[in-house]
């Protein structure tokens, strides 16, 4: 019989050599913890960042923007439930997952606190909210844990074009009357300070980073990846003709990065602590559509049920 420090010692060698943790592996029990905590969050964030798009499929202006952006809603389904599978196979319960966020235990991204005002925020949104995530996710695709890894790998593929088709509206109104474009102003001052928060607290705040990077479940510190973002959202932004709102946003030649001002850390613990413009909202309506949606899980359980007496009947035949 193995010992703890004998399996330690082999998990560590794994991660040593780059291989994935499976699901039936051994591992330590703070790595299974942390590691349902941020694949939960992130399946929450998934399905709860439906809302703020969600609300502007009605009044999509055209045909085309409305089917575009009902796809990648929906897309964002998806991404849920890739997450929340993954999830499951570290030994929670779909429905406990659920609970925690229905009960406000679990967190999900602040961004999707935030009101959209605009048709210009679906594009904000689209570009800088999961152009974030992009930079957030690349580095997840080589995560250690298979499961987590593997979902990663399809939803970053489905998040570039995310990303495109929120460009493409800034572009169509950046290029539009000078309302269009004082619209699509508007909508990334709103959006780019909320972004940047994606990236959460700074390197030497934030207290989830050291263990995380040792057991290669993050890649990159939050200011690492935050600068990136930055660096890359820059020149797009110069391209539409647009000015991001940070007066000390400037190069640094020296450090080949640009360099920016402070973001409001006052905001963001507000947002992230309940006080932010939507988090009661947000919560509401996902509680009430878990319970409006009761009758079409009992449908699918009494049809599984249905179909798997019906095999076994065969079977005996
Ligand atoms: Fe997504
Ligand atoms: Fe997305």
Redesign the pocket.
């Known amino acids: 019989m193995e010992n703890t420090v004998q399996l330690e010692e082999q998990f560590n060698a794994k991660l040593d050599k780059g291989e994935f943790i499976e699901p039936k592996d051994w591992m330590p029990e703070k790595y299974r913890k942390t590691l349902i905590r941020q694949i939960s969050q992130h399946a929450h964030s ?1 399905i709860i ?1 439906m809302q703020p798009e969600g609300n502007w499929i009605t009044r999509a202006p055209s045909l085309r923007r409305k089917a575009v952006l009902l796809a990648k809603v929906q ?2 389904a998806g ?1 849920g439930l890739y997450l929340y599978s993954a999830a499951e196979t570290m030994g929670i319960s779909r429905d406990e997952l659920l609970d925690q966020l229905h009960t406000g235990k679990a967190k999900y991204s602040s961004i999707f606190n935030y009101q959209t005002l605009t048709w210009a925020d679906m594009g904000a949104v689209g570009w800088l909210v999961d152009g974030a ?1 992009i930079i957030n996710q690349v580095m997840l695709q080589r995560t250690s844990y298979g499961p987590y890894s593997r979902a990663m790998v399809r ?1 970053c593929k ?2 570039s074009f ?1 990303q495109r088709q929120g460009y493409e509206i800034m572009c169509a109104l950046a290029a539009g009357t000078p309302e269009q474009k004082a619209m699509a102003q508007d909508a990334l001052n709103r959006w780019w300070w909320p972004t940047l928060m994606m990236f959460g607290p700074k390197d030497s705040e934030s207290k989830n980073s050291t263990d995380s990077i040792r057991w290669k479940i993050k890649r990159e510190t939050n200011d690492e990846l935050r600068q990136k973002f930055i660096d890359r959202t820059v020149a797009q932004a110069e391209h539409l003709g647009l000015v991001i709102p940070d007066p000390e946003l400037k190069w640094n030649e020296e450090r080949g990065h640009y360099d920016s001002g402070e973001i409001n850390w006052e905001e963001f613990w507000n947002v992230v602590e309940g006080r932010g413009p939507c988090n009661h909202i947000r919560l509401k309506v996902r509680v009430a559509a878990h319970e409006n949606g009761a009758w079409v899980r009992e449908a699918a359980n009494a049809y599984a049920a249905k179909k798997a007496k019906r095999e076994a009947g065969s079977l005996v035949a």
């Open positions: 998934e960042g897309d964002e991404h995530a939803i489905e998040e995310h």
